[in-house]
C-alpha cells in the first residue's frame, strides 16, 4: 500500500478526479416525449405507405397527445432548455406538417398529380413557416397585453394536422364515395396551410381558468370525450374539428372586441394624461414632492 507523501511533517492528501456531470432523468424526460412524438408522426407515414390510413391517423394524434404534454412537463419539471425548444419545433415540422401532409398525398393528393404534390409540399412549408415565426416570436422584446396571452396568431401546427387530417376522418366514418376526391381534398389542404400562417387570432386554452362552479361540467365534459374517442372514434374527431373551425370566428369578433376596447381605454386615458403634463410644466407653477423624490425614477407615466 502506498502512502501519501509528507510534506513538512504533513500528510498530503490527494484529490480526486472531479465526477463527470450530467442531466437528471426530470431534465430527459421532456426531450423523451418530443422524440416519442417524432416517432409517432414517422410511424403515420408508414401507415400511410402500407395503406392503413386508420392507424396511421391515430398515429398523428398521439403524437399531439405528446407534444401537448413535453412543454408541460418541461415547465412543471423546471427542465426547459434551448435544445428542447429548437427539437420540439424540428419534430412539429416532421409530426405536423411533413407527415399529414405525405398521408393526404398517398390517400387522395396524388390522384390530382402536380397540384396535389404542390398542396402536400404547401402544408408542410407552412408548417415550417409558423414554427419559425413562433420561435422568433419568444425572442421579440415587444411585450403583448395580458389579454392577447390567450390567443395564438394563426392555427397551431397540431390543430392543423387534425383540420388537414378532417377529410380522411371523415371518410373512415362515412365511407368512401363522399369526401375522398381531389377536387375537395386539394382546395382543403391549401386552407389549412393558409391558416397556419395567417394573423387570424384563435382561442388558447393554456391561461383559461375554470370557476369553481363550472369545474364539475368540465371534467364530466373530458370524461363524455373520453368515451366518445373509445367508442366512437371517428365520428368524435370529425365533432371536434368541426366545432374547432366554427370557433375561428368567435375568437376573432372578441379578439377585434378586446383590442377596441383596449384603444379606448387607451384613448380616454391620453388627454388626462397630457392634461397633468401641461399643469406640470406650466410656467411659474410649484410642486410640492416629498424630501428626497427625484421624479426621475420611473414611477410617472
Do not use: H
Amino acid at each position: 500500500m502506498v502512502r501519501p507523501p509528507r510534506v513538512f511533517g504533513r500528510r498530503v492528501r490527494r484529490r480526486r478526479p472531479p465526477r463527470l456531470s450530467g442531466l437528471t432523468i426530470n431534465r430527459l424526460l421532456p426531450n423523451v416525449l418530443t422524440l416519442t412524438a417524432l416517432a409517432s408522426g414517422m410511424t403515420g407515414i408508414r401507415f400511410a405507405l402500407e395503406g392503413q390510413f386508420a392507424p396511421a391517423v391515430i398515429a398523428i394524434m398521439v403524437a399531439a397527445v405528446f407534444d401537448a404534454l413535453d412543454g408541460r412537463i418541461a415547465r412543471l419539471l423546471k427542465a426547459q432548455s434551448k435544445f428542447g425548444e429548437e427539437l420540439d419545433s424540428l419534430s412539429d415540422v416532421i409530426s405536423f406538417g411533413v407527415a399529414p401532409a405525405l398521408i393526404l398525398y398517398v390517400w387522395v393528393l396524388q390522384d390530382a398529380r402536380s397540384l396535389g404534390w404542390l398542396a402536400a409540399i404547401l402544408l408542410a412549408v407552412c408548417a415550417a413557416l409558423r414554427l419559425a415565426r413562433f420561435n422568433t416570436a419568444l425572442g421579440a422584446a415587444a411585450e403583448k397585453p395580458p389579454w392577447a396571452y390567450n390567443y395564438f396568431t394563426g392555427v397551431p401546427s397540431p390543430a392543423a394536422a387534425g383540420l388537414a387530417l378532417l377529410p380522411l376522418i371523415a371518410t373512415l366514418e362515412l365511407g368512401p364515395g363522399y369526401l375522398d376526391t381531389p377536387w375537395i381534398v386539394v382546395p382543403w389542404t391549401i386552407m389549412v396551410a393558409v391558416l397556419m400562417i395567417s394573423a387570424v387570432p384563435t382561442f388558447s386554452l393554456k391561461g383559461q381558468r375554470v370557476p369553481q362552479r363550472y369545474v364539475v361540467f368540465i371534467l364530466l365534459g373530458v370524461g363524455l370525450l373520453a368515451a366518445g374517442l373509445a367508442s366512437a372514434t371517428w365520428i368524435t374527431l370529425t365533432v371536434i374539428g368541426l366545432v374547432y373551425l366554427a370557433s375561428l370566428p368567435f375568437s376573432s369578433l372578441q379578439y377585434a372586441r378586446l383590442q377596441t376596447e383596449a384603444a379606448k381605454l387607451t384613448g380616454d386615458d391620453l388627454p388626462q394624461a397630457e392634461e397633468q403634463a401641461a399643469t406640470a410644466e406650466a410656467p411659474g407653477q410649484q410642486t410640492t414632492e416629498p424630501a428626497g423624490a427625484s421624479g426621475d425614477d420611473g414611477s410617472r407615466a
